[in-house]
């Protein structure tokens, strides 16, 4: 009996995925979408170049002048923009918890 049921299923499963293939086909027959082909891989005749940019220590953010730049960092500004939308729209207390323990 389970056996029956799955491939009553599995046959509904094909059934439904050939008529929305059908649907996305437009009246003329050709797909939507076309592929494109991959882009050609570079050309392997030049050797690669070698830049002095390894031997540079890695670009810091520059900081913002602003007060709140310097206190909180981008995920902190999310975390209490969040905060602040839930706590408006009568949010969850747990969640707002949860969001303050993420911030300590």
């Known amino acids: 009996m389970p056996q029956q049921d799955f491939n009553a299923a599995e046959r509904q499963a094909i059934m ?5 293939y059908s649907r996305a086909t437009p009246q003329n027959g050709e797909p939507i979408f076309h592929k494109q082909p991959p882009p050609p891989p570079p ?3 030049n050797p690669p170049h070698h830049n002095n940019q390894h031997n540079q220590p890695p670009r810091q953010k ?3 002048n602003n007060f709140l730049g ?3 960092d981008g995920d902190m500004k999310l975390i209490i923009a ?6 408006g729209d009568g949010g969850d207390t747990l969640l707002l918890m ?5 911030m300590l």
Do not use: G
């Open 70 to 72: 310097t206190l909180f």
């Open 98 to 102: 949860a969001l303050i323990y993420i």
């Open 82 to 87: 969040m905060m602040l939308l839930l706590s």
């Open 62 to 64: 520059p900081m913002q």
């Open 43 to 45: 050309p392997m005749n």
């Open 16 to 20: 439904r995925a050939r008529e929305m």
